[in-house]
Every structure is written in C-alpha cells, then in structure tokens.
C-alpha cells in the first residue's frame, strides 16, 4: 500500500477548510489520523496501534476478509437496483428471517439506521392510522429531521418538543426514579409510559407508535429490567399503537446471550417492528426493517412504491450475506458472552478499587461505567469522564461506553482495564477534583 501522501496537520487544514465545523473529530485538540483498520485495532499514519473499544459498526472486524471478498466479487458481476429479480436479496431476506420470530417476516431493505427508522415511523402510522410517538428520554434514533422529532437527546438543543411526541422516562435502575432496590422496576417503568399515553389521550391525540433502543445506548448504556417491553407494549397496543424496537447499536448476537438485544425480554415478547443498521454491513451502508405481515400490508394498501435506489442492491446484501456467515463461522455471538463477562468482572474489581467507578452495567460486549462524584448523591462525574476518555454517553456525559468489534479479546480486555486503572490512579493522585478521587487512607 501506497505511502500517506499528506501529513496530518495538512489533511486537517484542509478539513477545516472544506468541512463544517458541526462534523467533529474525536480528540479535536490533537486529532487521530486513522489510516487503516484490522479486526479490532486502527492504525495511524505512523503505524501506531489503537484498540477500538468502542467501534459497533465494524462489527466482524474492520476490513474482514470475507467481508471485503465478498463486496468485491459481486461487485465485479453486478450492482444495481433491486427492481431486477435477484437471488441475493432473497437469500439474504431469508436468512435474516431465520434470526428472528416468526412474526417479523416482511422486510424492506435501505442504506441507514436512520432511513429504517424513518421508514419504521411511516410504516407505524400508516398501519395505525395514528400521528403520535412515545420516545425515551435522552434516547437519539437518527438524524433525519422525522428522527430529531423523536430523539430527546437532539431536539431539546433545536426546536423542542413537538406536540406529538411524549417522553417516557427512561428504565435506568442507577439513576432513574425507580432504582435497584426497587421491588418491581419493569412494572414501575412500564407505568410511567401508562401515565404518559393516558395524559397524550386526555388531549385527544392518539398513539401510533413507542420507540425504544432494546438497550438505550446515547441515553448512558442501559439494561432495562427483564420484563418492561412486554408491559409497555400492552399498553402501547392497548392505545392502538404499535412497539418499534431500535436494534441498530445492539443486534446481531452484540448481548451474547441472544441475537437480538429485545430477546433479553422474554421469549414470548415480539416487536411489530424492528429496525437495524450500523453493525448489520461492517461498515457498508446496509439497513433493514422487519415487520409484521399485517403492517406490511396495511403500507402496501396506500398503493404507492417503497422504493429505494440502493437499498437491497447485490452488494449489499453480499455483504450482509457475508457478516451474518463470519458471525456463525467464528461463533462471535458465543464470543461476545463470554469476553463481554470477563471484563464486566474486571472492570467490577476496579469498583471495589477506585470509588469513582459508580456503576458497572451491561451485557455481553454493550457496556457502560457510570463516573459519580460522590457515591451518596451519585453526581454525574462529567468532567471526570471528559478527563478519561472524549466520547462519552448518558444525560450527564459521564459513562463510559464499551462496545468494541466482536472480536474483541480477552487480552484487549485485561489491556483496556490496566489502562483505565493507570488513567484513576493518576487522577486520585494528581487530580482529585471530586469526592470519589480523593485518596482514602
């Protein structure tokens, strides 16, 4: 491969000259310059190595092999619409459809999370006849401005909250109103969204859909209780609504336990849709929704084409094709279980260690560290966490967020663990700008 022809003070001159200020940069102050990706380490221009503990879209891997083979043989045979009958389309339908429950069987294929979540939000209202949508707090489904309108954690910094849109609290058991020693918190959340229907029906507006990521990722890497979808979907249904799940940051066998993170709920709980993106193409723009046959059909009754240009091409769905083979050849969901467990114990020994460490929630490799400043009121340690690391997820931008490609090890795990313990240590000693990280005797 070719020598980097341009420095990266030149290549970043040149993006400030020709890029919006509002695409940001991760280190803004000293910007990385990622050249090339393996499996679950980049490289910058002078071949530093970095493990990525955060990247869900390169899910297999950056660059898997397989995954770029199979892009590029079908792209050498053919890539056009999907109005022309083609086998990988179907095939790919199919073994998406093997995934999941019975139910979910109509799927319509795009280019991104946000593009199937807009198309979740059309396909909702169309079958509902219903405007309305029941949101988490903080949760983000895209930027489409459809998915501003539902996404707390934008709208409030642009226009606000418009009239149609009702915000649930969101099911955190760490920080929210109802918490770990509650003694049913999946009922106690669940009627909160009860509450938030009830008082949109008292003024004569009517509920077409809820929208939930299966594990709240923006909103600070939640675990919602076992048992709190099923409860609001009975009342969303109740209200003539209908239960879009948000698999883009967490599906395709991320929790380790099931495929899909909304099975975390029960065996018997299923989503009228469900939506999926990022990690489903390793990073080709691939997406889908999957649905039910009665809502399907109510959207094929308008008469009007879903159409779209390359959504379900040959390409990608070679490439969905290939993501789904190099999940079951290399068992990453098995993968995910078992690693994502070791460094939930690691980083709970550094609990004990390092009081800063207020929470430590997740499930297979969808993680988070909740940074308090004080263990009694557990204040968000934002600035703490900006210290730590420069992207960071929850209302009070203080937990830390892991969910590396799949084939994370067990190695990067004690590595990443080492790492952060050196990063506290160093703040207890040097920093000590909150309760949690001032030395105790």
Request: net charge negative; with cysteine.
């Amino acid at each position: 491969m070719a020598s980097d022809p341009r420095g990266k003070a030149a290549t970043l001159a040149l993006r400030r000259r020709l890029l919006s200020n509002s695409c940001r940069l991760f280190f803004p102050e000293d910007p990385i310059k990622i050249v090339r990706g393996q499996g679950q380490y980049m490289y910058d221009e002078e071949g530093t190595e970095y493990i990525d503990c955060i990247n869900n879209v390169a899910h297999v891997g950056h660059c898997h092999p397989l995954v770029v083979q199979a892009a590029h043989e079908q792209n050498q045979v053919l890539n056009t619409n999907s109005r022309y009958l083609h086998d990988n389309i179907v095939d790919y339908a199919q073994r998406l459809s093997e995934t999941l429950p019975e139910k979910l069987c109509v799927f319509y294929f795009l280019n991104s999370g946000s593009e199937a979540n807009d198309l979740a939000l059309r396909l909702a209202r169309q079958y509902t006849g219903h405007w309305d949508v029941v949101v988490l707090d903080h949760a983000y489904h895209g930027h489409l401005s459809s998915l501003i309108d539902i996404s707390p954690y934008k709208f409030r910094d642009l226009d606000g909250q418009k009239e149609w849109v009702h915000v649930a609290p969101l099911p955190d058991t760490y920080r929210g109103p109802y918490r770990e020693d509650h003694p049913n918190p999946a009922v106690a959340y669940a009627s909160e969204v009860k509450r938030v229907v009830s008082s949109a029906q008292e003024k004569g507006r009517k509920i077409a859909a809820f929208f939930a990521e299966s594990l709240p990722s923006v909103g600070g890497q939640i675990v919602p209780p076992a048992g709190y979808f099923p409860e609001v979907a009975e009342h969303v249904r109740r209200a003539g609504g209908v239960f879009v799940a948000d698999e883009i940051q967490v599906g395709f066998g991320r929790v380790g336990r099931h495929f899909w993170a909304f099975q975390l709920q029960g065996e018997d709980f299923v989503p009228d849709i469900v939506t999926m993106g990022k990690s489903i193409g390793n990073g080709h723009p691939v997406a889908c929704v999957a649905t039910t046959q009665a809502v399907a059909r109510a959207f094929e009754a308008t008469g009007v084409e879903y159409f779209n240009t390359f959504g379900g091409s040959p390409v990608s769905c070679a490439v969905g094709l290939a993501v789904l083979d190099v999940l079951e050849k290399e068992q990453l969901q098995a993968h995910a279980a078992s690693v994502g467990s070791f460094l939930m114990e690691l980083l709970g020994q550094q609990k004990a260690k390092h009081p800063i460490l207020g929470d430590i929630r997740g499930v297979g490799l969808f993680i988070g560290v909740d940074l308090i400043k004080d263990e009694a009121t557990r204040m968000p340690a934002t600035e703490e966490a900006d210290y730590v690391v420069s992207s960071t997820d929850g209302p009070g931008k203080n937990v830390l967020k892991f969910k590396p490609p799949m084939c994370f090890t067990l190695d990067n795990a004690r590595l990443v663990v080492a790492k952060l313990d050196a990063i506290l240590t160093d703040m207890e000693e040097n920093v000590r700008s909150c309760e949690t990280l001032r030395l105790r005797p």
